[in-house]
């Protein structure tokens, strides 16, 4: 045997033998396992190899969880506000601004421990039992059990325990969907394959995890647990990282940049207080802890945290369940979707789609095993002839499918192809169950791989006798002599022309079957192999493919009207993904780069690669893993859509991980953030639509706090530095801070999408939420409402002479100039004064009613007028406040109006 490399963790590995390339007898001899194992050699190997199981992960503590949740520095600043608040005495805004906090953390804690499961979902996918042969007979023992040199059994329905080089296989057909993504399960034979075989054509072997389909089959155990096909991906799933959302880096970005500005200019303040004001120092002190309350969006984690939760209750609303809260936001920049073909751009249902007759050439319509739909002739007129009925007999016929349709459900009982035929036999006018009936089946030779066809005996009652047979269409035309015309009469066979047909067919992807008919003689009850080498009537050609969905085409041209790129990777054939992806409408179909092409390039050469092809076929997980990283090094934001356990890697990795919530593995839904509940491509241009209208409401959320935080901080800094009266005091700045401004604020994350929100390009990864027009926004309204404030504060000041009176004005001042400044926000680039503008939305109209009716509490109520300093105005003092606010609102609409006509105006 061969020498064993060490585990990292002292554990033997088992041997890194390409296995698909040998033979069963060689494969004996590397295992030294000539005949079955004893239950002492069993034991023995068991405790060289270990045990056939993925090893468990090291579970993260709950306290090491929420160490990482406090670790942001938007946590910090907000903790230090809080002390601040504490230590001025006000205790109950302390309280509010720590709920805050707590939320925040709390919400990711949880989020993160949905994310630990995903390793846990793989290993529930491993057989729990085996029938394995030892040297005292078969058993049925724990799949744990198993060791390199075990001989196993399989049958139709068993889940494969491990990694299987088969020795013996029967019409053995494997679903291997959750390691290679192909829609059909794949035949299995004893061959050998060359090294550089894909896994997908591996047809020698049987891996842990996939499920027999139908057939029987018995393999040696080549490799168990952490060293099989699911195992590699186990462990690759375990060290790939989750990025970071762009919106958190944006946030942490702003919160670092934020504080340290806060942190330096109170202290700049504090001494430029003491040279220039002449404060005693307890005062100036308590004016720039005030001015740090000030400077501080506490409100901000709240408003994000609320936006981006109504994004998932919509979210859920179009079939999609969203996982990591943050990941909404991320949507709205994806500029590439990496997309699964089958379930996902398809609807992993085979379907006939094209027929080929002597004379004709039809077209079929219709929806995979959906029985609506039409045989079509070249001129798009329903085909009929009794060549087109005998063809659809044979395919109801030579068939042990059934297709039942049940509420709305579509249940198969057999052979996806085999369902195909007989949907085909239904749009093309037969009765399948009449049919049956009336032509049932004598005799019948059932599908083998080395035969590569099926025949049947049928007779009609009356005394009339046929085989019907279908296979590989290079196997039926070596058994026919002639061909059925479209009168019905035959004909001599004319090979050229189909050969022809069959490589066009091919060439568009699709899995090509031929159809024959053999007279039988009256009394003939028993059919051999040998009696049908010859003399049979080819009656046509179907091809089959999994169609795309309808929905799934409109959607990718919704993306690509977006600026996103749309790429298909996918384990299937090079073929039938560039046949599947021009039908799409993909945009680059020419080239199909191939697993073993991807296997040739390193790193440099595939980011090179990526950006000008689409479609990337028979491709493994870490495949997928580089092509993601690729188009991450590219600054892309990537959205991977995957079902199976080869996708869980790449779903991890991805910017944004979509699962497939129907016929997705658990284990490629707890790797993701995202799961669509109709798996369904066109739920993820709706998703898309929907993150960018978070990002927009977010902006607006942004542009909204700032300004009233820069306005509250420029009139402290100015009353510091001129050695003026503080126009507001710190607590009442946190009761706008806190409640007026969080009230108005949550409003915008109702905001509906705007209308070209899907014509734009995406945004760049690291465009930041403060730039440009924001941020011109955000100087320019400060500065509005540091005037609002002084202006109130000295007009009370010169008619009433009282500074309890003065700023509860310049307060009430500021919240009304915050609610004309939200009708104004919510429509950035065109004008707010339309009646659109002025009624909103029903959220918009009654938070201001909340806040009209929490600042009369503010200034009417004895209890907040002793707590925060206020008292109550007179009603030319309300109506001060009322114009001041819709005194901002029009200087904004000039504002915008002139913006507007700079931009049309150009450079020139």
Known sequence: MAESEERNNGEPHQQTTEWHVLGPVSVREQLEARAPLSAEEAQNRLTQYGPNALPEARAKGPWARLGRQLRNFLIYVLAMAAVITASLGHWVDAGVIMAVVVLQTLVGFIQEGKAEQALSAIRHMLA????????????????????????VLLEPGDRVPADLRLEKSHNLKIDEAILTGESEAVDKSTEAVTSDAALGDQAGMAFSGTMVAT???????????????????????????????????????????????????????????????????????????????????????????ITLAIGV????????????????????AVSVICSDKTGTLTRNEMMVTRAVLSGARLEVTGEGYDFDGAVNGDSGQLAESPQLGELARAAALCND?????????????????????????????????????????????????????????????????????????????????????????????NRAFWDQVITEMASEGLRVLALARKPAEQGFTELAIEDLEEGAELLGLVGL??????????????????????????????????????????????????????????????????????????????????????????HGV???????????????????????????????????????LDDNFASIAAAVREGRTVYTNLKKGIAFMLPINGGESISLITALLLGLTLPISAL???????????????????????????????????????RGFVVWRVAFVSLLFLVGIFAAWYWAMHHYGSETTARTLAVNTLVAMEMFYLFAVRYLDSASITLRGVLGTPIVLLAVAAVIALQ????????????????????????????????????????TALRKRLLRAGPG
Request: hydrophobic share 45%; glycine share 8%.
């Open 128 to 151: 729990p039992k085996a029938r394995v042969v030892r040297a005292d007979g078969q058993h049925q023992i724990d799949a744990a059990g198993l060791v390199p040199g075990d001989t």
């Open 215 to 305: 057939g029987t089959g018995r393999g040696i155990v080549v490799r168990t647990g952490a060293d099989t096909e699911i195992g590699r991906i186990s462990g690759l799933l375990a060290q790939t990282t989750t990025l970071k959302t762009p919106l958190l880096e944006q946030m942490d970005k702003f919160a670092r940049i934020l504080s340290i500005i806060v942190i330096v200019a109170g202290i700049a303040i504090f001494f430029g207080g003491l040279w220039f004001s002449g404060l005693p120092f307890r005062e100036l002190f308590m004016a720039v802890v005030g001015l740090t309350v000030a400077a501080i969006p506490e409100g901000l984690p709240a408003i994000l945290t």
């Open 313 to 332: 209750r919509q979210m859920a609303r179009r079939k999609a369940v969203v996982r990591r809260m943050p990941v909404i936001e991320t949507l709205g």
């Open 401 to 493: 499918a059934h297709v039942h349709h049940d509420s709305g459900r579509v249940r198969i009982n057999g052979d996806p192809m085999e369902a195909a035929l007989s949907v085909f036999a239904r749009k093309a006018g037969f009765d399948v169950e009449s049919g049956a009936t009336h032509w049932p089946r004598k005799d019948e030779i059932p599908f083998d791989t080395q035969n590569r066809f099926m025949a049947t005996l049928n007779h009609d009652h009356h005394g009339h006798s046929v085989i019907y047979l279908k296979g590989a269409p290079e196997r039926i035309l070596e058994m026919c002599a002639s061909e059925v015309a479209e009168s019905g009469e035959t004909t001599a066979l």
């Open 545 to 634: 493919l999994d169609p795309p969905r309808q929905e799934a085409i409109r959607a990718i041209a919704d993306c690509h009207d977006a600026g996103i790129r749309v790429k298909m990777i996918t384990g299937d054939h090079g073929v039938t993904a560039g046949a599947i992806a021009r039908k799409l409408g993909l945009k680059n179909t020419k080239r199909v780069l191939t697993g073993k092409e991807l296997d040739h390039l390193d790193d440099d050469q595939l980011r090179d690669l990526v950006g000008d092809v689409d479609v990337f076929a028979r491709t493994s997980p870490e495949h997928k893993l580089r092509l993601v990283k690729a188009l991450q090094a590219l």
């Open 638 to 676: 990537v959205a991977m859509t995957g079902d199976g356990v080869n996708d869980a890697p790449a779903l991890k990795r991805a910017d944004v991980g979509i699962a497939m919530g129907v016929k997705g593995s658990e284990a490629a839904r707890e790797a993701s953030s995202v799961v669509l």
């Open 732 to 770: 009442q700045i946190l009761w706008v801070n806190m409640v007026s401004s969080v009230v108005l604020a949550m409003t915008l994350a109702f905001e509906p999408a705007e209308p070209d929100v899907m014509k734009h390009p995406p945004r760049a990864r690291d465009e930041s939420l403060l």
């Open 856 to 895: 009369l509490l503010f200034t009417y109520l004895p209890w907040f007028n002793r707590t925060f300093g206020s008292e109550a105005l007179s009603l030319d003092m309300l109506a001060f406040a009322a114009g001041s606010g819709v005194a901002l609102l029009v200087i904004l609409e000039l504002e």
